[in-house]
């Protein structure tokens, strides 16, 4: 329980630091009037999460019954269809992205006792990978195109090339380890599928939003620079 405090907490505390980048570097988000909205549906999805950890999808037939997690597998699955369903996610960068995410990830995940895992702070590189990508697919963008653009790739890259790359490719040594059940996913909003995606959406947020913040430094120096 004090784990997943923990992990809501730091969930909470990125999205203010988001928030708060927002307001400062960029204008179309400073005359927002709508952040007690913003902040209140971030809150409820964050619990709603919570709840949905606790329920797994079972997957019918076979010798050992696999389970998906909702909130570690099914939740960010279905937030990737949206993003490609409403075109926010180009196709091949997505595909591209979750292959080297996955080609990442691969190596670092062991497997004990029916488990598949990354210790920390390794389960960092995957979302720093898949973050990367994000950046490098939308360098030649900016503004909220490029954050929400950015953000997408980061984000179905860090969650399904985790699941490929974490799980699924390690899948015969999961069902070689002798357990009866198998549940992907199985920590929900503690899961690497989850928490990859999350830290990976935010560090292209927080690189986009501080883009404005440092041209406007740069600027204000070379300006009194200029005036001494």
């Known amino acids: ?52 950890s606790f329920v797994n999808l079972g997957i019918p037939g076979g010798s050992i019954a696999i389970s998906l997690n909702f909130t570690g597998v099914i939740v960010p699955a279905g937030i990737v269809i949206f993003l490609l ?57 900016d503004g909220e195109r490029a954050m929400i653009r950015g953000g997408a790739i980061a984000y179905a890259a860090g969650c399904l090339g ?10 015969p040594e999961l069902l070689n380890a002798g357990g009866s059940s198998l549940v992907l996913g199985a920590r929900g909003i503690l899961d690497f599928v989850f928490l990859t995606g999350v830290v990976a959406i935010f560090i292209v947020w927080t690189v986009q939003a501080g883009k404005p913040l440092i041209r406007r430094y740069l600027f204000a120096r070379e300006k009194s620079d200029t005036t001494s």
């Open 1 to 52: 329980m004090v784990i997943l405090i923990s992990a809501v907490v730091i969930v909470l505390i990125m999205l203010a630091a988001v928030m708060g980048l927002f307001q400062l570097s960029l204008g179309d988000y400073t005359d927002r009037e709508d952040w007690d909205e913003v902040i209140f549906y971030a809150l409820l999805a964050v619990v709603a999460l919570i709840i949905l």
């Open 85 to 141: 369903a409403t075109r926010r996610l180009k196709v091949h960068r997505a595909l591209v992205s979750m292959g080297i995410v996955a080609l990442v990830a691969y190596p670092l995940t062991q497997v004990n006792d029916g488990g598949a895992f990354i210790q920390f702070p390794f389960w960092l590189i995957p979302a720093g990978v898949a973050a990367a990508c994000g950046l490098l697919f939308t360098k030649n963008m």
């Open 162 to 171: 985790m699941l490929m790359g974490g799980d699924l490719l390690h899948l």
